[in-house]
């Protein structure tokens, strides 16, 4: 493992990826612009604590398609860190992994705001904030409160698309090549990924 001895601010976007789209691109950009970050990095879990079911898409296809979504952005990386680990994925585990990998860092984790309702349930919650500040991206619907733990936008927008919205209108073979990079369109039609004849079960990562 390579150590970097540099201050750095880093923030790690966690989230399912099941797939990724246009929403967590331009917030990931605007985090990047607006935090004045070093990079970000796309941390795709094997299953988030509080989902009841697996992403649809397996780990590898769901690795692929972030890959080919970021290929354009510089400072933008992947890592399979948490789909090397059973699920749930626990982020405070994630953390103290990457506070490890660097002397000094500044670590963050960027969240929509539909996440901080539940944000003090998550696993050792305590432990996690004095690791990481949370920096939230506006979502419709999900209004919040400022906290300590929270670092907000100066100029934030709203980006109404969601994963579960693109696998819906897949399913019911609406278009949906506006709402993802085509390089991911185009990988969910070869590999027939969200299709209504496939079940969760015969999909799970
Ligand atoms: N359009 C968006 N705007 C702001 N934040 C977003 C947006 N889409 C996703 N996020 C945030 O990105 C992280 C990862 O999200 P995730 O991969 O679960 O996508 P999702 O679109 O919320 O998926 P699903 O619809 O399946 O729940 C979460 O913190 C989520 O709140
Ligand atoms: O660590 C926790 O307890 C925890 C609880 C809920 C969500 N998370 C993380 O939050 C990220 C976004 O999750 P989701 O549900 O939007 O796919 C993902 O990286 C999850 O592992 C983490």
Redesign the pocket.
């Known amino acids: 493992m390579i150590r970097n001895t540099s201050v750095q601010r880093i923030a790690i ?6 797939p ?2 246009h ?2 691109l ?2 990931a950009m605007d985090c990047l612009e607006q935090m004045a970050l070093e990079k970000i990095i796309f941390m795709p879990c094997a299953r ?1 604590p509080f989902k009841k079911t697996n992403p649809i898409a397996s780990a590898q296809d769901r690795l692929e398609m972030i890959r080919l979504a970021i290929k354009p952005f510089k400072k933008f990386e992947l890592s399979s860190f948490e789909l090397q680990s059973p699920a749930p994925s626990y982020s405070i585990h994630t953390a103290k992994a990457f506070q490890k990998l660097f002397q000094q860092i500044e670590l963050f984790w ?6 901080v309702q539940g944000l003090p349930k998550w696993k050792e919650f305590a432990e996690l904030i004095k690791i990481v500040k949370f920096i939230v ?3 419709a619907g999900f209004p919040f409160e400022k906290k300590s733990y929270l670092r907000i936008l100066p100029t934030s927008r ?8 693109i ?1 819906e209108r897949v399913k019911k073979n609406l278009p949906v090549i506006h709402l993802l990079p085509s390089a991911v369109f185009r990988y969910i039609k070869k590999h027939s990924i969200y299709l209504p004849n496939k079940t969760d079960n015969e999909q799970k990562a």
């Open positions: 976007f966690g989230g399912s990826f099941d990724i789209h929403g967590h331009i917030s988030s960027i969240i929509g705001s539909d996440q991206v506006p979502r709203y980006i109404d698309i969601s994963s579960s919205e696998r």
